[in-house]
């Protein structure tokens, strides 16, 4: 007889932990019986609320996640819950096929980290999990069975199909037709999608740089080496845009007509005033453009964080009726249905790639995208990290940032400034007189420390974060 576990104990003695979108870890730490446990205590808490008889399961590309999924598959199986498993495709298109069929989902996938680590988004049958949720599933006290053989696992292609057609079900015409978009496809889960859903509505796509080795493509911190990718995609292939995404398909990467990556909350602003939006739930990390720009009835900073963002909507829904939401990485999360080209677009509250893609390529009609970004209010942002830095030690730097801000900013590298406000709803975020923000942050999903900066210029953006992130790692 296999050993009988407590989930709680299991999970607690793993290291493995929530960040700002699901439990994340180094791959080592997900062995079968830690997936098992995190298993059975979501669905555990699932079944206070919800009565259902099947939960979806997808993966990333990244070489750990099969096997991951199977324990959760071979843990499911102990409840006796039958596992629709929809294979490698992005996390949205498994949220939105699980929403449709009021089920619950789990999503294997680290997202944008390195490949020696992973992690777990879970889905309650009406949506991404809340941070209440979280703390059900490391505190239930879940009985299973320790793991002894994996099943095999057969692929549905429905939850492809289903996100393909939600988008392409919109338009009867193909108003892309002349259009030329190329499609940075590395490593990600949605790679053999996207292609479908552009052509479809009439774009030539040019697919560049599949990789068999899995590429941890960071939304907010592009390297250089992807920046210039797309410059010279642009001129070789003479693209109006280039399309790409992180690992697991829900933050957007999304360039201009030259090759010029946008800002993920300039994606999402320009998207949401498409959309019609009134009233959006953003992270404070996100550009000031998004209310200088005057085009949103409303607009509630929140923590940085998919949960943050979603808990927001319930709230706007009781005065607008139009909502969404989106973060600095560019996942767009449609709080509303929303009437388009006549058609239902049915709401989708977890970060999604695909719409705030489409609604750019809208509101550029025959023009080009620089044209739309040149017309917003002139604020320019950058962010990077510094990777393998303990969170305890980012911890501390932000303590004493908050107990004096000024002699932060010495350390940093600033001189000849004045603070103008200082916010801590996440991290420390300190604005100057003079305009220029920068904004210190520990990761939730890995030992880093995050730095944000906006300044009137890149150049000064730019400068803030490498500074800043020079300066305290001297120090």
Not at 292 to 321: D, M, Q, W
Request: with cysteine.
């Amino acid at each position: 007889m296999n050993k009988k576990l407590i989930s709680a104990t299991v999970i607690a003695e793993s290291g493995v932990a929530f960040g700002t979108s699901g439990a994340r870890g180094l791959v080592t730490q997900f062995t079968t019986d830690v997936c098992a446990a995190f298993a059975v205590a979501f669905i555990a808490g699932m079944k206070r609320n919800f009565s259902f008889k099947r939960v979806a399961v997808a993966i990333d590309n990244r070489p750990s996640s099969y096997a991951m999924a199977k324990a959760c598959a071979a843990a499911l199986q102990q409840l006796e819950i039958d596992v629709v498993y929809y294979g490698v495709v992005p996390t949205p298109a498994l949220a939105y096929v699980a929403q449709k069929d009021v089920i619950p989902a789990i999503m294997v996938t680290g997202s944008h980290i390195p490949f020696d680590r992973n992690g777990l988004k879970f889905y309650r049958p009406d949506g991404e999990i809340s941070k209440a949720d979280e703390q059900v599933i490391m505190t239930e006290q879940v009985e299973f069975a320790a793991l002894a053989e994996l099943p095999k696992l057969v692929v549905s292609h429905r939850a492809a199909e289903e996100y393909i057609n939600r988008y392409t079900s919109l338009f009867t015409t193909p108003w892309l037709t002349g259009k030329r978009i190329g499609i940075y496809e590395h490593s990600s889960a949605g790679r053999d999608l996207y292609y479908r859903i552009f052509e479809k509505l009439g774009a030539e796509v040019i697919a560049l740089e599949r990789s068999d080795k899995f590429v941890p493509i960071d939304t907010e911190a592009v390297s250089v080496e992807d920046t210039l990718k797309a410059i010279n995609w642009s001129k070789e292939y003479n693209l109006d845009a280039v399309f790409s995404t992180d690992g697991d398909g829900d933050r957007p990467l999304m360039s201009d007509e030259n090759g010029n990556w946008l800002r993920g909350d300039i994606l999402g602003l320009l998207s949401a005033e498409a959309l019609n939006i009134e009233a959006l739930a953003v992270p404070v990390s996100c550009n000031t453009a998004i209310k200088s720009c005057n085009k949103f009835k409303h607009i509630k900073r929140t923590k940085i964080g998919s949960p943050y963002v979603i808990a927001e909507f319930s709230n706007l829904a009781t005065k607008f009726n139009a909502v969404a939401g989106f973060e600095a990485n560019g996942g767009f999360l449609l709080g509303s249905d929303m009437e388009l080209n006549g058609n239902l677009l049915k709401a989708l509250p977890t970060r999604d790639a695909v719409l705030p893609a489409i609604m750019l390529l809208m509101a550029a009609g025959n023009g080009v995208i620089s044209t739309l970004v040149n017309a917003l209010p002139q604020r320019f942002t950058h962010s990077d990290r510094i990777q393998n830095f303990a969170t305890e030690k980012s911890k501390v730097i932000l303590a004493q940032g908050k107990n004096d801000p000024a002699n932060l900013l010495t350390r940093l590298g600033f001189d000849n400034f004045a603070i103008k406000n200082v916010d801590v709803t996440d991290g420390l975020r300190i604005t100057l007189k003079d305009g220029r923000i920068v904004h210190l942050r520990p990761s939730g999903n890995a030992p880093e420390l995050r730095c944000y900066a906006e300044a009137d210029s890149y150049s000064k953006a730019h400068e803030l974060v490498n500074n800043s992130l020079i300066n305290i790692q001297k120090n």
